[in-house]
């Protein structure tokens, strides 16, 4: 049944408000850029965490749900089973990539007030967030795993967010999915309690 899978993608997304709301450095940006940057923020962090929640319930092996799953979401389907397969087993990774992944640039216009009706005034803040991050990924894997083996996971961790930046592409044609994104940002929802 198609509209159990979306509420159950529902809960994925309103699951994401207590991450994103719990991370001081999101807290940190100005409220003017904050907000700009929640709506990709809440987009990126559920595409990606979905993923990971998806291959841990074991819902994947439902083929009711994957079959609902592929008739809402159609190609987007084997797009997210791409993603589950490259996904690192180690949680604190995915973790970490996904506090990255709410600072992406990808999520939020940062050109200026002349070419765009939002933007972010302080990108630099922005980036430098995401930068930290990063940067916290790459010696945390450096810190667990041998060199090469590194270097792996941090492609495979690129690879991910290249997947998702593509299934949050196409979820934009998905009716159900983007009236899901806008409901829980909008004032009365996530905006309002920060």
Same mark, same amino acid.
């Given at each position: ?5 979306i509420e159950i993608v529902t809960v ?11 991370n001081q450095d999101f807290s940190s940006?100005? *409220?003017?850029?904050?907000? *700009?940057? =929640? ?5 990126? +962090? ?15 092996? /439902?083929?009711?749900?994957?079959i609902g799953l592929e008739t809402v ?9 791409? @993603? ?5 087993? /180690?949680?604190? @990774? ?25 933007? +972010? ?19 945390? =894997? ?53």
């Open positions: 049944d198609t509209n159990k899978v994925f997304y309103e699951a994401t408000e207590p991450f994103i709301k719990s940006l100005p *409220i003017y850029d904050r907000s *700009i940057a =929640l709506y990709g923020a809440v987009d990126n +962090v559920s595409c990606l965490g979905s993923g990971f929640v998806l291959r841990e319930s074991g819902l994947l092996n /439902n083929t009711a749900f994957c979401y159609g190609n987007i389907y084997h797009l997210t089973l791409k @993603l589950i397969s490259l996904l690192d087993q /180690n949680i604190n @990774l995915v973790k970490l990539t996904l506090a990255m992944f709410a600072f992406c640039a990808n999520n939020c216009t940062i050109f200026n007030e002349n070419s765009s009706m939002r933007y +972010v005034r302080n990108n630099r803040l922005l980036l430098h967030v995401q930068n930290l991050y990063a940067e916290l990924i790459w010696k945390y =894997l450096l810190y667990i795993y041998p060199f090469n083996e590194a270097v792996i996971r941090f492609s495979h961790l690129v690879y991910c967010i290249v997947i998702t930046v593509t299934i949050r592409t196409h979820g934009q044609l998905v009716k159900n999915h983007t009236d899901t994104v806008n409901s829980l940002v909008a004032s009365d929802t996530l905006e309002s309690r920060f």
